[in-house]
């Protein structure tokens, strides 16, 4: 009787157990924040024509495994490619950006438009169902853009006003794209970075500098902010230059893109560069890539490649701590060029999302005694590119300088000389692009003239 009584317990537990299980898989499907983006809803069967012609390009962040979308979306006649930055889309119309919160359990999804980079939809999915997540990721792409959705009709509208490439998208192009994507490399030469420039290769030799170390960065293609265009392009010049000015390579050391986040920052400049100078060097210091500035204060600060401009104590490199850091050092002299902005009025500086750009005074901290810093331009101005370049304009015009267009009339090139060559050169640029855009010289009064650059 005992045994029977157990029996119909145990043949009731496995029912509540299946019931409960169940119950957790149909809430895993509703990971969606309320007001977000749908990510349930009908769902097109495999037949029949595409629910969408869209090409999607999707983008994993921060450690999200996407290995399963391409298959996914294969299986739902959806177009899809994976980026591995935003500087290059192609025919790309809809870039999904893909990251992780809460440790791993959420992907978060934001879709913006990959011509305009206006934020289309946004939604959350579990992280923890496997294969799930990754169906969900591609229902909820179906679902927001069908062909009868009013963000179909915008992104088609968007694609078809467009330029169209020479022969469009083919299918073997296509899945050229595919098979590239799958094996997770970047491509060997982006469409962007075969421009080429008058600047890039440096026409001249200094003498060996032995003592002299130098930190390039270049930033472009962010984890989570829109990208900073040609800034690993300028970071690539600028090393080049460096080395050309006699700086060996053994002292120069390069972050660009995602090994540019903010724990590199810190230990670079803060770890690295102490023990590697002697009281003989001239430190360099390059950077490329967005600023952005603390709405209360106006501090200023640089955008490591993992940057939030709503989290700045946290996530981004005050450009006072900077200065302060550098002028520690036990060193002759240091050169600062930043190619950045600190506005928060687009070009290569950004705001936390709802603010409005800043105006005021933009706080970058004070130089002293041996640094002398050249900044891209004025604190409530934007800092462009040159696009016939594939540069910032204030990139472009400090390498022309030291290609010899600041040179004197006996053929030297000094720190005072190239910023009056640049800077003028900037302006009229700027200019030409309807805006202003004024480069800075920040130094204790005559420091700038009595450095020789070559």
Known sequence: MAKRKDARYT?????????????????????????????????????????????????????????????????????????VSESNVGNVDVIMRASLKNRGGTIVLETVSARTGESLTYAEVSYLWGSQSWRETINHLVVNFRKDTDLYKKIAAERDGAKPAAAGITKAELERMLNSAVGSRPPAEPAEKAKASDVDAPRYKGADRPDDVAIVIGIDGYSDLPSAQYAERDAAAVRRHLAALGVPERNMVSLLGAKAGKAAFVKTFETWLPLNVTEDSTVWIYYSGHGAPEPRTGTAFLMPWDGDPRFLDDTAYPVKRLYAKLNDLKVKRVIVALDSCFSGAGGRSVLAKGLRPLVGKIDTGAVSGKIVSLTAS?????????????????????????????????????????????????????????????????????????????
Request: charged share 15%.
């Open 378 to 454: 004025a604190g409530e101005e934007v800092s462009g590119t040159l696009d016939e370049q594939g540069h910032g304009l204030f990139t472009y015009h400090l390498l022309s300088g030291l290609n010899g267009a600041a040179a004197d009339g006996r053929g030297r090139v000094t720190m005072e000389g190239l910023y009056g060559y640049l800077s003028g050169k900037v302006r009229d640029d700027s200019r030409r692009q309807n805006r202003e855009q004024t480069p800075q010289l920040l130094q204790s009064p005559g420091a700038a003239a009595a450095i020789l650059l070559r």
């Open 11 to 83: 043949l009731q537990m496995m029912k509540i157990s299946v019931l409960v299980l169940a119950s957790l898989a149909a809430l895993s499907s509703m990971t969606a924040l309320q007001g977000c983006a749908s990510i349930a809803g009908p769902v097109p069967g495999e037949a029949g024509p595409p629910a969408t012609d869209l090409i999607f390009g999707a983008r994993a962040i921060g450690g999200v495994n996407g290995g399963g979308w391409l298959a996914e979306a294969q299986k739902r006649q959806v177009q899809m490619v994976i980026l």
